[in-house]
């Protein structure tokens, strides 16, 4: 599975971003999707996952309420989006697939090459 995230830029407090990851082949639904994100000089953190058919998510605390995860999976494709952004959601985020549901990122397979979000005060 190749994963391309887009969507990324540079933002004010209080704006939205809509973050996409495009998958190639016919085996996107078979995986979980998560999206993951890495500030300068820290860990890789979870941020959210959902379940092969979209039916299951789960949201890392800092983004609960603000971020909300989709999946098409006629187009292969997962969603972030994320609204009332603050300046520490400054990261690149990662998209990535994986085969059981998991916060861990080592639990993921594959993964897409990041997108930088910058949230300026």
């Known amino acids: 599975v190749q994963l391309q995230a887009s969507g990324g830029g540079l933002v004010q407090a209080g704006d939205s971003l809509r973050l996409s990851c495009a998958a190639s082949?016919?085996?996107?639904?078979?995986?979980?999707m998560g999206w993951f994100r890495q500030a300068p000089g820290k860990e890789r953190e979870f941020v959210a996952f959902?379940?092969?058919?979209?039916?299951?998510?789960q949201y890392a605390d800092s983004v609960k309420g603000r971020f909300d995860i989709s999946r098409d999976n006629a187009k292969n494709t997962v969603y972030l989006q994320m609204d009332s952004l603050k300046p520490e959601d400054t990261a690149t985020y990662y998209c990535?697939?994986?085969?059981?549901?998991?916060?861990?990122?080592?639990?993921?397979?594959?993964w897409g090459q990041g997108t930088q979000v910058t949230v300026s005060s």
């Open positions: 082949g016919s085996t996107f639904r078979t995986y979980i």
């Open positions: 990535a697939a994986g085969r059981r549901p998991s916060t861990v990122n080592t639990q993921y397979d594959y």
């Open positions: 959902i379940t092969w058919n979209g039916g299951g998510t």
